[in-house]
């Protein structure tokens, strides 16, 4: 049965020995400017910037090559905590509307070198040739307002060294599922961190 496009972004599967712990960075939280406009989706990729302003994330934009002293792919977003000034209160969001904060925003990001996701190809098929190349994101669509969910996919696989994820695996089960086709497009691929923070600013 051919696959339907329906993107979700990047989706905890598990790690590189077993199951998903569903741990995140927490401490040190990231955080996300206040003033940082543009909405960030639970399941966003996100990229540390050290241009301007330095220090915070923001949504990892297409063609960012990982290794570059000025952003670097920092991990997923699964949801933020700010103090709302609509609300007058600190609120728990599984996105970052892109505005509505009084001083910085704590995001929350997995950053485990070893966590691997389940994503949907954008085209494809991508098929187990793929598997050890490396690959970007596509970002389009935006995620969704309404249920905060990241609508990031991911193109065609390369060998191009910089690029963010390494394909590691296919969903085939259940073989009626959406996703599990791997002769149509848009299949569901298992991707791990092929350029992290973590792992490459010691050689920026």
Known sequence: MANTAGFFGFRRWGVASGPPNFAFNSNPPYRIAAGYSTAIFFGDAVRMNYVGPTGFVETWVVGDGAGSATRILAGIFVGCQYFSTGQQKTVWNRYWP?????????????????????????????????????????????????????????????????????????????PTANGSDITTANNYVIVSFNNLLGKVVAGV
């Open 98 to 174: 892109g505005s509505d904060a009084t001083g910085d925003v704590t995001a929350y990001v997995i950053d485990d070198p070893e966590a691997q996701f389940v994503v949907q190809a954008n085209s494809g098929p991508i098929n187990y040739t793929n598997i050890g190349q490396n690959v970007d994101i596509v970002a389009t669509p935006v995620g969704n307002t309404t249920t905060g969910i990241s609508g990031m996919s991911i193109g065609t696989p390369t060998t191009t060294a910089t690029l963010p994820f390494k394909v590691m695996n296919l969903v085939t089960t259940p």
